[in-house]
């Protein structure tokens, strides 16, 4: 069974709620990469009431296994994140905020009293992935992969015609 949180009763009491997630309970996150290496560590703290209404912070730490974006290999990604999330009641209510209070780090949503944390995580998570995930060192990776796959088309980087000489003397 998915953990929910009270998130109204987490902010009023300041608790700290904190476990572990797997990719199997994060189907949307699944679509976006290839492997969860390990889990995906998540805290929770309840922060009281921050400008006006309930607030908490979610924090999470991972790692990933993307497709590079040079050279189609997997590549691991680390992800992490620390927002701040205030809550409204109702959808009306977030609606009426103005939306400049709403900061790089910190959201306002509609609260529950049965979040589910797997979707919560699961939703900043793909946020916080990178559009072209890349190998540090993808250049030498590039070349590699080029020689490997032995392509039948002459590869730029070693024109036949340079060895050509060497066949002469047979
Ligand atoms: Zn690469």
């Not at 030498?140 to 590869?155: A, F, G, Q, V």
Request: with cysteine; glycine share 4%; net charge negative.
């Amino acid at each position: 069974m998915s953990l929910t949180l009270d998130v109204f009763e987490i902010a009023r009491t300041r608790q700290t709620v904190e476990g572990t997630l797997e990719l199997d309970e994060m189907p949307e996150l699944a679509h976006f990469i290839q492997a969860l290496e390990g889990s995906l560590k998540f805290s929770v703290t309840g922060l009281g009431i921050v400008e006006r209404l309930p607030a908490a912070s979610l924090s999470f730490e991972g790692t990933v296994v993307m497709q590079c974006a040079r050279c189609n290999e997997p590549v691991s990604v680390p992800v992490s994140r620390e927002l701040v999330f205030r809550f409204t009641k109702t959808e009306a209510e977030a609606n009426a905020l103005p939306l400049d209070e709403e900061g790089d780090d910190e959201e306002v949503i509609v609260g529950s009293r049965s979040l589910s944390v797997a979707d919560w995580v699961q939703e900043e998570a793909i946020l916080s992935l990178p559009a072209m995930p890349l190998h540090d060192d993808c250049e030498m990776d590039y070349e590699n992969t080029w020689s490997r796959l032995k392509s039948p088309i002459p590869s730029p980087l070693s024109p036949r015609s340079s060895t050509e000489p060497e066949h002469h003397a047979l």
